[in-house]
């Protein structure tokens, strides 16, 4: 329900969603990308990307 939340709210412009979005599932999203592309760099790279 909480993400559901989030993203309505995202949707709707409000910064405050985005950053708790951003801080929820930044480190999931960098172990994922840095575990498929091995490098540290590029794992940065695609996690600002996403939430970008």
Avoid: C, P
């Amino acid at each position: 329900m909480e993400n559901k939340w989030l993203v309505e709210r995202l949707l709707g412009g409000d910064f405050e969603a985005f950053s708790v979005m951003v801080e929820k599932y930044q480190k999931v999203l960098y172990a994922v990308a840095f575990n498929v592309l091995g490098d540290f760099h590029q794992a940065q790279d695609i996690t600002q990307e996403a939430f970008i």
